[in-house]
């Protein structure tokens, strides 16, 4: 399947399940999926909750390595 000319590059999210200082900072590159459809309302992504903290959103090939060291997420 080929994608629209209008893609851009995965849309990264960095998320976290809680407000507590110990919650783990967990990260998830998608390809399929746009910025517009995340931002509704109604939207859900598999593997992350509908109450999860969202701490970055972005969209680019090099925010996925660059929020990896900046949150330290091992793998």
Same mark, same amino acid.
């Given at each position: 399947?080929?994608?629209?000319?209008?893609?851009?590059?995965?849309?990264?999210?960095?998320?976290?399940?809680?407000?507590?200082?110990?919650? +783990?900072?967990?990260? %998830?590159?998608?390809?399929?999926?746009? /910025?517009?459809?995340?931002?509704? $309302?109604?939207? *859900?992504? +598999?593997?992350?909750? %509908?109450?999860?903290?969202?701490?970055? /959103?972005?969209?680019?090939?090099? $925010?996925?390595? *660059?929020?990896?060291?900046?949150? %330290?997420?091992?793998?």
């Amino acid at each position: 399947m080929s994608r629209p000319k209008d893609y851009v590059g995965p849309l990264v999210i960095v998320w976290k399940t809680s407000n507590r200082s110990n919650s +783990p900072i967990k990260i %998830k590159k998608t390809p399929n999926y746009s /910025l517009d459809y995340f931002l509704q $309302l109604e939207a *859900t992504i +598999p593997g992350i909750p %509908k109450d999860a903290i969202i701490l970055e /959103l972005g969209i680019g090939k090099n $925010l996925f390595e *660059t929020w990896k060291t900046k949150y %330290k997420i091992n793998d």
